[in-house]
């Protein structure tokens, strides 16, 4: 019994802040975020990672062409969720209508997707459920310090959701590799959230700890074994690969990864441009957008790959099915959006300034 993915959505919140609306807050240039990271610009959401994860959700089961309410089982991946008790998936679970499916928030930054779709994947081959809801979403810029240049630059809010099912044709994932190497985990890291009391924390709710050469350093290894291990246990090699969905951190990370797996490049699908790094969502949103621009065909091998806080790692193997249409639209949208991305930003922006400037 395979775990095949018969639906896919996305969500993106409509307020763009450009590199060049960055430049006008922040020691930084378009030129500098375009050429380290390939970044142009990100979403910023005016409404929470519940509702965003709802929407990509309604628009993956219509693709599905089952019901809202019509699933076992909802794995929502996400490192911002909106509400911590109960966890985020019981709410998007509720705004669908569906009461009795099992639901779960994980938190693995961002190869939430991956690990999410693996687990899926392993409900559904031991029974234990046969239509699962995997959500990738975020709300990162609500906990971003926006006078840090070296890390406000690198992420968007967004959100992507498949339907993974049970069949037997073949499609399905084909193997997956999931890991975590504690180590370096300080140097991303979000400190004192959580369950730290209000009087005991050292710092502002906007304390990203963030070490960008570090990261770096040990995404592209990361990606690159997770992948070779996928593909071992799929049976596949590099080169039975047609399309490699990697997370979309960085440019540059992306170009090595493909260089070192190696894959052609005209096999790698991108949209990091338009929407930054957006942690779990990253990579349902780029298969949407890849299957949306006909860059998916029928019984393709996709490759998912990603590395993110913990540091974690991650990739699986996918053969998709035979359908690469929507069966339908959902006529879900999000509540309208009446600010701009800066009068958005800007009150943390305000309380951020103030902060630091009291030495704190
Ligand atoms: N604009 C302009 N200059 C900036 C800047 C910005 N937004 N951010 C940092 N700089 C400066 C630094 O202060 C440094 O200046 P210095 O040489 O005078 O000290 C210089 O640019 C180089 O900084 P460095 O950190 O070495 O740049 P980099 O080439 O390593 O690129 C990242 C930085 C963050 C883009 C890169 O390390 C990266 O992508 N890391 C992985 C991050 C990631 O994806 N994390 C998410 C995990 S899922």
């Known amino acids: 019994m395979g775990a095949v993915i018969t639906g896919w959505g996305k969500c993106v919140p409509p307020a763009v802040l450009g590199n060049d609306v960055l430049e006008t807050f922040m020691d930084t240039s378009d030129e500098w975020v375009a050429t380290r990271t390939g970044i142009r610009e990100r979403r910023i959401s005016h409404v929470g990672m519940v509702e965003l994860s709802t929407v990509a959700a309604a628009r993956a089961l219509a693709a599905a062409g089952v019901a809202e309410d019509d699933f076992d089982c909802l794995i929502l991946a996400t490192a911002s969720a909106d509400l911590h008790i109960p966890n985020a ?31 899926a994947n392993g409900l559904i081959e031991s029974g234990v459920h046969s239509r699962v809801v995997v959500i990738g979403a975020e709300r990162l810029t609500t906990i971003l310090d926006w006078t840090q240049r070296d890390s406000a630059i690198l992420f968007g809010d967004g959100a992507g959701a498949v339907v993974v099912e049970a069949g037997s ?32 924390r050292r710092s502002s709710p906007y304390n990203l700890s963030f070490d960008g050469r570090e990261v770096f350093r040990h995404a592209v290894p990361g990606m690159v074994k997770a992948s070779h291990q996928a593909l071992a246990r799929s049976g596949l090699s590099i080169a039975d690969i047609d399309l490699l969905v990697p997370h979309q951190a ?13 894959i052609d490049s005209a096999k790698v699908f991108t949209n990091l441009q338009r929407y930054g790094n ?36 991650a990739a699986a193997v996918v053969r998709w099915g035979e359908r690469t249409e929507r069966v339908a639209d959902s006529g879900r949208e999000l509540h309208p959006c009446t600010l701009s991305a800066m009068e958005l930003v800007a009150p943390a922006l305000k309380f951020q300034r103030q902060w630091h400037q009291n030495g704190q």
């Open 169 to 200: 044709s073949g499609a399905g994932v084909l193997g997956a590799f999931l890991a975590c190497d504690p180590v370096p985990g300080e140097s991303l890291m979000v400190a004192d959230l959580g369950n730290t009391p209000a009087h005991q």
């Open 89 to 119: 998936a019981s709410r998007v679970q509720l705004a669908l209508g569906n009461r009795g499916a099992a639901a779960l928030d994980t938190n693995v930054g961002c190869c939430g997707f991956v690990y999410g779709l693996a687990m």
């Open 278 to 313: 957006t942690s779990a969502a990253s990579i349902p949103l780029a298969l949407t957008e890849a299957l949306e621009a006909g860059r998916v065909a029928p019984g393709d091998r996709l490759l998912f790959t990603a590395f993110g806080a913990g540091l974690t790692s």
């Open 250 to 262: 960085n440019l540059r990370i992306v170009e090595a990864v493909g260089k070192k797996l190696p």
